[in-house]
């Protein structure tokens, strides 16, 4: 493409170290250090929460930082930031992404944020500013938390239009990191694929045509971790861009896929399938189809590329579950509806590096470490696939299976036994137009989830109902033992 990816990421880093003194500070790895709030890197921020809490260490060089710029690996797959149902369906949510950010620790504050971003869209970047809509906090009385006025006039200056400037709430312009830490109100950047129109209605509404691209926080407060607001020491700013939705403005595509982040990706996925080549279709009717495949399975090596080099290893618990339930959704993609043979996904590691290597040299350094390892669990997994897969079709077609409700007993021995994971069972099912009886699954992971509290308890192997008679909740609840909803989330 006349401006590739590189082009455009450098110009961003060049814009803010060059142009507004900002340091050039690297990518921390996904792997979180020392938040255990986080299961993954989520946002460039994530790595500076010291600096925002005023709990850096005097001398450590972080401390001294007052303007950084950055292009930060993310993954979205867990906790609070989670796209991974979006990903193949849409055209702008992925795993793993690179967010560009430039921040102000106590240096400058609102205007001067707003004026640099809108000067590197518009002038160096050439967008026209008649495709942009702005978006700033409307307050929430609820919290007590005013409206950000002063960010609204501050775009007025700039000369954005009343009509363009849009107002949300919490949900939308309230940026927080996790279920605690850093927060404050945000005014979010939007581009109109389409112009020629007024598309104010269509900001924040999940449209492909209106996207959000970039998203500056005014870090204000800080969450606590039970939910009061308290104020930061000092007021900092906080920025986040998803590269892969600016270079898709910038090469003028509607699909991130259709960048050259992607289509190496694409191409090589094709080289190994015996399917067409990827045609970019989406929509309900394409759920579980080609195009589908192409997206997940280019997005997933991704994130496995990225994670497994970072030290992040498919496995049981917290991220590591996330990251087994990711290879195993791109298994089955490639395996049954890109029909690849085994050693497919891994094939596609030399690709990803190929792509993101010059920027992320540990994804160069890694890459036959993440191959192997991509190998071995996915030799794990191909028995189970072929027979959880026989087995969803079996019970489709046994006399008493009731129309459109798949038998909960059935999905949770496909997880259970088979090690499917249970978001993938949805998947599979959705893609027959079938929906598991969700009460029964749900009191099924209910009663296993006690099981495996229990049996941490007593620390023991296997557990008899003995042993479940003598324990109860209370007793449980007496040893102080965990067991909130949303553990059992990201148990399973
Ligand atoms: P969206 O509303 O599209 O889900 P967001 O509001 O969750 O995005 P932020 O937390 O504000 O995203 O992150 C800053 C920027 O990072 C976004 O404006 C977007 O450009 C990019 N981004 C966020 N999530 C993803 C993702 N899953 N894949 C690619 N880019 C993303
Ligand atoms: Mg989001
Ligand atoms: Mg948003
Ligand atoms: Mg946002």
Redesign the pocket.
Known sequence: PELPAARVRGTFLDFFRKEHGHLLVPSSPVRPRGDPSLLFVN?GMNQFKPILLGTADPRSEMASYRRVTNSQK?V?AGGK?N?LE?VGRDL????F?E?LGNWSFGDYFKEEACRMAWSLLTEHYGIPADRLYVSYFAGDAASGLPADEETRQIWLDIGVPPRRLLPFGLK?NF?EMGDSGPCGP?T?IHYDHIGGRDAATLV?TDSPDV?????LVFMQYNREVDQSLLLLPQFSVDT???L???VNILQGKRS?YDTDLFTPLLHAIHQISRVRPYSGRTGAADVGKVDMAYRVVADHIRTLSVCIADGIHPGMSGAELVLRRILRRAVRFCVEVLQTPQGALASLVPTVSHILGDVYPELHREADRVTDIINENEAHFLSSLQQGSRLILRTLNSVDYKHGVFPASVAWSLHRDLGFPLDLVDLMLEERGVQVDRQELDRLITESHKVKLYSDVLNVETLTPVMLDVLSLAELQRLGVPHTDDGLKYQY
């Open positions: 946002a993310c979205r930031h796209d979006d702008t949510h992925h795993t992404f967010m939308e940026w945000c979010e924040n996207v959000e691209i970039w998203n986040g861009m998803g892969e939705r600016l991130n």
